[in-house]
């Protein structure tokens, strides 16, 4: 089955410890996103690509970056976790841009100690 | 600032009965709305879409209504099941053909058997 990849599905980091998740599609989607979803609070999109594009969102903290190597892959990376950003981030893809269904990932939650 | 609001954390409903989701948005420029389902320890998943141009669509058990001049839209399941039991999440993408959905925080969903 077509889906969205997320591993690991937990990961525990220390303080200042950098981290980094992956996520994998094999929907062949041009569009991948990371959004972080803390305790009882909306998803907050941190970032997307289309294809190689690369487009941050203007209130992400400069402490997250993204790579996307390929069609099937994206990774997020957290250079100096703190722990508030101990979270859910979930990673979603679409075929297209606009008015399209985003097909979402199990996420991984993020523990930081 | 939210720009999409559930106001209700919670609903509880008994089996057969409607199941009504309230969703209101801030924005005037948002032009399409979406309403993603989340079950424990899995990703949201796309339930049902409408376009800022309609007032009703409508997929089985499940309708979307939106009221664009009071900024509201409601998500109605009828009958309910107990399977429907889970999160729903609201959200809205912005004219333009952005990509970014902007979601509510969420209303948990149980259905009573």
């Known amino acids: 089955d077509a889906m969205v990849i997320q591993n690991p599905r937990y990961q525990v980091t220390q303080f200042g410890k950098p981290v980094t998740l992956s996520c994998s599609q094999t929907l062949n989607h041009n569009v991948m996103y990371w959004y972080q979803q803390k305790s009882s609070q909306a998803p907050k999109l941190l970032f997307h690509y289309y294809d190689k594009d690369f487009n941050n969102e203007a209130d992400t903290p400069d402490n997250f970056q993204s790579r996307r190597p390929n069609t099937s892959f994206c990774f997020l990376d957290i250079r100096s976790p703190g722990l508030g950003d101990a979270a859910m981030y979930l990673c979603?893809?679409?075929?297209?841009?606009?008015?399209?269904?985003?097909?979402f990932g199990p996420g991984t939650r993020l523990t930081v100690l | 600032d939210q720009q999409v609001k559930q106001n209700s954390p919670s609903l509880s409903v008994q089996e057969g009965r409607i199941s009504i989701l309230n969703c209101d948005y801030t924005n005037s420029m948002f032009d399409y709305f979406l309403w993603y389902k989340k079950y424990p320890a899995e990703g949201p998943t796309f339930l049902i879409s409408i376009s800022s141009i309609k007032d009703k669509n409508e997929d089985g058990r499940f309708t979307v209504f939106l009221n664009k001049s009071a900024k509201h839209l409601s998500l109605h399941i009828v009958p309910s099941q107990p399977g429907d039991s889970a999160v729903y999440f609201c959200a809205a993408i912005l004219q333009g053909g952005s990509e970014k959905l902007v979601f509510g925080k969420g209303t948990k969903l149980t259905v009573n058997p």
């Open positions: 979603a893809t679409s075929r297209t841009s606009g008015s399209s269904e985003q097909f």
